[in-house]
């Protein structure tokens, strides 16, 4: 089993950067792909991006050029840059961790505020 534990949210300034991480640990050699998702108050939960073992990245269209994802691969650990934050912005930050089976575990999130 993987246990993913997310760090770096919290409160920033409209136009300012944030710098998201998540930990993996357990059965690493499982993991195919890490990715985010974000889900904001009375929203659905949105796509953000993902990355394969491979380093193959997938972004959601509308945050790409924000939103950078990369990951330390020998480290089990996933990062999000996330750069010209606007409040809409706001939201609980998910990691989750992707089995070749397609089976997910998912962090316990990251509270990000982006004020203005």
């Known amino acids: 089993q993987v246990h993913l534990v997310e760090s770096g949210g919290g409160l920033v300034q409209a136009g300012g950067s944030l710098r998201l991480a998540c930990a993996a640990s357990?059965?690493?050699?499982?993991?195919?792909?890490m990715g985010w998702y974000r889900q904001a108050a009375d929203k659905e939960r949105e796509y953000i991006g993902s990355i394969t073992r491979g380093g193959t990245i997938n972004y959601n269209e509308y945050l790409k050029g924000r939103f950078t994802l990369s990951r330390d691969n020998a480290e089990s650990t996933m990062s999000l840059q996330m750069d010209s934050l606007t409040t809409e912005d706001t939201a609980v930050y998910y990691c989750?961790?992707?089995?070749?089976?397609?089976?997910?575990?998912w962090g316990q999130g990251t509270q990000v505020t982006v004020s203005s």
């Open positions: 989750y961790a992707a089995t070749d089976l397609g089976f997910r575990e």
């Open positions: 357990g059965t690493t050699y499982k993991i195919a792909a």
